[in-house]
């Protein structure tokens, strides 16, 4: 039985990734500091192959037996998240990449990093294909989640070519579900609450951005295609169905029936205009797309908020 740790395993891409690896007859150990992921996302899980360690993953990592892969998923993950905890965020990307990366050398685990679209910041090439090296400001807001994460592609990729660790790196692009949380700040969960309040949906800065959004499962068969596949360059996972956020507010609205309407708010800092993944490399080598459709996606991440949403 394949052994598999996973750091941020009580988040929301975490907590799916265990049940994903338990359901394909992996014994799983996930560490989370509980910053941002919460015991409630995984508290279901009653299997004795399944365990908890609560751990800030910037510490030294000990794990007693063999481990056969461990994938790097704690980080601080949403815009007000990062705003918040800038100081962790750059820990993990860059000293928890570290610690895990050592503990994957030390077993001669197989290592997979989440990365990120934001690596390519304010993107000036578009779709953005994994050749592209990005348009980051390195000081501006987001500069300690983007450069975090790309600190960490750049220590995996190190640690590969001197230690010949077998690593992987995906990069995630914006991604919705259940077990994202209510007041994360991003805009799947803002759009739903306040549909599902009534409230109107705050739409920032004129609503032209645009972002391509992956239902979680979809994504999470992704990176397990990429962690079993031989693919050491960088893969984008996510959806490429490309839209406005305006048309994205619309959307809500007409899949919730609800009678909110839309109110502008001003665009954060450095907020990126255009997104979506070039997803090539996934196709030909991971034979890997996106199968559900962002109706039926909104419909179950719905059905969770429902139950958070106090009225
Ligand atoms: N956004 C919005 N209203 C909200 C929250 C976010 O219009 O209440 C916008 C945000 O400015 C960005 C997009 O929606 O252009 C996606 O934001 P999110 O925080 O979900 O993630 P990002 O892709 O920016 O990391």
Redesign the pocket.
């Known amino acids: 039985m394949p052994r598999t740790v996973v750091t941020g395993g009580a988040g929301f891409l975490g907590s799916h990734l265990c049940e994903a690896l338990l359901a394909q007859g992996h014994e799983v150990i996930a560490l989370d500091d509980l910053s941002t992921g919460a015991i409630e996302n995984i508290h279901h899980i009653r299997d004795e192959r399944f365990l908890f360690i609560k751990q800030d993953v910037t510490n030294f990592l000990y794990i007693e037996g063999p481990v056969d892969y461990v994938l790097h998923f704690a980080s601080p993950a ?2 007000i998240d990062y705003l918040e905890r800038p100081i962790p965020t750059l820990k993990v990307g860059s000293l928890g990449t570290h610690k895990a990366l050592g503990l994957a050398l030390t077993k001669r685990a197989r290592f997979l990093l989440a990365s990120t679209s ?1 690596v390519y910041g304010d993107p000036l090439v578009h779709p953005q294909t994994e050749e592209y090296w990005g348009n980051v400001n390195p000081i501006g807001p987001r500069g300690v989640y983007d450069e975090a994460k790309r600190f960490a592609e750049a220590i995996t990729m190190a640690y590969h070519r001197f230690h010949g660790l077998e690593t992987r790196i995906v990069r995630i692009f ?1 991604t919705y579900g259940p077990r994202m949380r209510l007041n994360d ?4 969960p ?2 739903i609450k306040q549909a599902l309040l009534g409230e109107p949906l ?4 004129d ?1 032209s ?1 645009t ?1 391509s959004f992956c239902y979680v499962s979809d994504l999470i068969d992704g990176i397990l295609k990429l962690l079993f596949s031989d693919l050491t360059e960088p893969c984008n996972i996510g959806n490429p169905a490309e839209m406005t ?1 305006q048309q994205f507010a619309e959307a809500i609205i007409k899949f919730s029936s609800t009678k909110s309407d839309i109110v502008y ?1 001003p ?2 800092e450095d ?2 205009k255009q ?1 979506k993944p070039d997803i090539t490399r996934a196709r030909q080598r991971l034979h890997w797309e996106p199968k559900v459709k962002l109706e039926d996606g909104i419909a179950s991440t719905m059905e969770y908020f429902r139950t958070k949403v106090k009225p």
Not at 185 to 188: D, L, N
């Open positions: 949403s815009p934001e914006n700040g991003r805009v799947v803002n759009f705050t739409v920032f800065g609503g951005q972002r956020i708010r665009l954060p907020d990126p997104r």
